[in-house]
């Protein structure tokens, strides 16, 4: 009787004690859901940090390094001979399915004339040296995976040549043919180069990129340029061009 006297006396303090149990109550899981929130945040961060996400520009710079082999089916002249290349381009439109890919690359190379071809040479019976540029316009399809980066296309090279006399030669020694001249030759050989599509190569090109850092992509890019003017000619792959190298986007 007394404890229910109390409470109709005081009911205020019924009401303080049943208040404070409730808030104290629902204080805890509050505090526990802030945490857990704060370490799904922490894990997160560490994820990213661990295995960063390939965030590739709409635009990006690349440049290339490697061995490039120009290939000779002639067995009375120089194997085929393989020359260093570097080169640079831009990836474009990599938000797009198919992007744009021009890229120059640069290479130099011995020849002689044949009274026919432009052969490639050694430097033993080289009559001119050729300044090398290719061109190439491209499309590529990009595929992601984690950290890695998968290009596959293909698309047109232009293979613009110069050549002049090589050092150690000079224009009226003999030349490849009859009569000639050295100096013949090297007309010869720079209007060869431009005949019969001698210019054209399509290619097919395939690549492999890898983010390393936040700051870069690196990795290895083969392409095969097929000699238009050569498949005309009968001569198959006479011509052909194989690279290799390394490919590197700054980003």
């Not at 960063?52 to 490697?66: D, R, S, Y």
């Not at 009559?127 to 290009?151: G, P, V, Y």
């Not at 060869?192 to 890019?221: H, M």
Request: net charge positive; hydrophobic share 40%; charged share 20%.
């Amino acid at each position: 009787m007394k404890n229910k006297t109390i409470y109709k006396k005081f009911p205020f303090i019924f009401l303080f004690f049943s208040l404070s149990f409730l808030c104290f109550g629902q204080t805890e899981p509050n505090f526990s859901k802030v945490q857990a929130e704060d370490d799904n945040k922490i894990l997160t961060k560490i994820e990213n940090f661990e295995n960063p996400k390939i965030k590739i520009p709409k635009n990006l710079f690349f440049f290339t390094l490697g061995p490039s082999v120009y290939v000779n089916t002639d067995s009375k002249t120089s194997p085929s001979p393989v020359s260093f290349a570097g080169g640079a381009g831009f990836d474009l439109f990599n938000h797009k399915f198919l992007n744009f890919q021009p890229k120059l690359t640069f290479f130099t190379n011995y020849y002689l004339w044949d009274g026919e071809y432009a052969r490639p040479s050694e430097i033993e019976n080289r009559t001119a040296l050729a300044l090398s540029f290719l061109l190439d316009l491209n499309t590529t399809h990009i595929f992601r995976l984690e950290k890695d980066i998968f290009q596959f296309g293909g698309g047109l090279g232009f293979l613009a040549r110069f050549s002049f006399l090589a050092n150690g030669v000079n224009s009226d020694d003999t030349g490849g043919e009859t009569n000639s001249t050295a100096g013949d030759d090297i007309k010869s050989i720079n209007r060869w180069f431009y005949k019969n599509l001698n210019f054209l190569y399509p290619n097919l090109n395939f690549s492999w990129q890898r983010a390393f850092t936040k700051n870069y992509l690196a990795g290895l890019e083969a392409k095969i340029y097929f000699p238009l003017g050569a498949i005309l000619d009968g001569r198959a792959f006479d011509t052909a061009i194989f690279s290799l190298g390394i490919k590197i986007s700054p980003r």
